[in-house]
């Protein structure tokens, strides 16, 4: 991942999406050590003070949790709460402007879903 640091997004925000998608993807499974802030300074170039921000927000969100000592490690219900969240906040807003923006095209439901499903078909190809 390349952080976008020119964007309008906080970096320890695209951190903690980051981590996010790698726990999504089972890169992380619950009860597994992630990061420490000063392996994500490194692993990104960014203060550590940055990517500690971005772990603190996912232990708030109890995404995470510590280990006095050993470091933080994912939630048994992370994986679930970051798809929950995700879907809600994320993929319906989405889906509410694509769907908004076909209606300023005059674009019908059946052309929609049908350029829907080619995306889908393109990503299962990929």
Do not use: C
Request: proline share 2%; glycine share 6%; net charge negative.
């Amino acid at each position: 991942m390349i952080l976008d640091t020119d964007g309008t997004k906080p970096i320890y925000m695209q951190i903690a999406e980051w981590l996010e998608t790698e726990i999504l993807q089972g890169k992380f499974n619950a009860d597994e050590k992630i990061y420490s802030q000063y392996q994500l300074a490194d692993l990104f170039n960014i203060n550590p003070a940055t990517a500690g921000k971005g772990l603190a927000m996912l232990l708030e969100e109890q995404i995470l949790y510590k280990k006095r000592g050993l470091g933080m490690f994912v939630t048994e219900d992370a994986k679930v709460q970051i798809r929950h969240r995700r879907i809600n906040q994320t993929l319906k807003k989405l889906v509410q402007e694509v769907v908004i923006e076909a209606q300023h095209l005059e674009v019908g439901e059946e052309e929609l879903v049908s350029m829907i499903q080619e995306s889908i078909r393109k990503g299962e190809q990929k």
